[in-house]
């Protein structure tokens, strides 16, 4: 059994993963070795587990302990599980721990564009992506629908940021992802020429009288294929979609423009995904 630690005190240091540190601060982007993410609820932080994830500590309530969360306990022996009741941790977390547990897992060294995208036959690529809701969803799709690895753009939401990790139902766990490089010159030239020297045709997911429609056989029998999305706003850069193979669209009908891109991904995803 992993040790118990009563809270008797909100301003203890090792409670600061859980209250006080920003996202930022949390990814050590410095220092990526001492990096800590938070994964909440037993279904997504077992999915954590799952995936190789190195669990530091937990938090919850003292019923989760011989409750729903007693069999994550039993993985994780030397872990120090912080307790207390409900209302005492709202006044730490500042909320309602409506799922009743909190892990903080360590974070996972970075891998590379090639490394995720060895093997793979579809590839969903995000541009300038920021809403980490929107990222979750996307990696949620992507697990679902058939996608092999996600890259994201220097400037994209962190996947493995708090909001991102519970809207993807910890899919961001079990979906191999990197950056697209870290500097801005990385996006979009480089990591397109790379995509195509590895084979890959790209789509670039746009809005286009021009587009092929999205049920193209074209699209769907290629035999590696990247999806490129671009941000909740403006959509792909006029450069990206220059540099990709095709331009997509998404047939709209009553006079709708276009769909969120969480929505988006989704039916570009199971429309395109490797037969």
């Known amino acids: 059994m992993p040790p118990i630690c009563e809270i008797t005190d909100l301003a203890a240091p090792e ?16 220092e990526p070795e001492k990096g800590v993410l938070i994964a909440e609820s037993t279904k997504v932080i077992a999915t954590a587990l799952n995936a190789g994830y190195t669990p530091l500590s937990f ?4 019923r989760q302990i011989d409750g729903p969360a007693a069999p994550l306990l039993a ?3 030397g872990v120090p599980v912080y307790t207390a009741d409900r209302a005492v941790l709202a006044g730490l977390t500042g909320y309602a721990l409506t799922r009743g547990v909190l892990c903080a897992m360590r974070r996972p060294a970075p891998r590379t564009a090639g490394e995720v995208c060895a093997g793979a036959r579809r590839v969903a690529v995000l541009e300038n992506i920021v809403d980490s ?10 697990a679902a629908l058939g996608m092999d690895a996600v890259l994201l753009s220097p400037s994209c939401c962190d996947p493995l940021c708090r909001r991102a990790v519970r809207v993807s139902m910890g899919t961001v766990f079990q979906v191999p992802w990197a950056y697209a490089g870290h500097a801005a010159g990385d996006w979009p030239g480089p990591t397109l020429d790379r995509l195509h020297a590895l084979g890959f045709a790209a789509a670039a997911m ?3 009288a021009r587009a092929l429609p999205v049920d193209d056989p ?4 290629a035999e590696k294929l990247a999806i490129v999305l671009g941000t909740e706003g403006t959509g792909l850069q006029a450069q990206t979609i220059a540099r990709c193979d095709y331009t997509v669209m998404i047939p709209m009908r009553h006079g709708v423009d276009s769909l969120n891109v ?7 995803f199971w429309q395109l995904r490797a037969r």
């Open 15 to 30: 409670l600061d993963v859980y209250a006080r540190l920003t996202e930022a601060q949390l990814r050590s982007k410095c």
């Open 59 to 62: 938090l919850m309530e003292r």
């Open 75 to 77: 993985r994780c022996p």
């Open 133 to 142: 809701t929107n990222v979750g969803a996307i990696f949620r799709s992507a």
């Open 206 to 208: 746009a809005l286009d």
């Open 218 to 221: 074209r699209l769907q029998t």
């Open 262 to 268: 969480g929505a988006a991904a989704a039916v570009a």
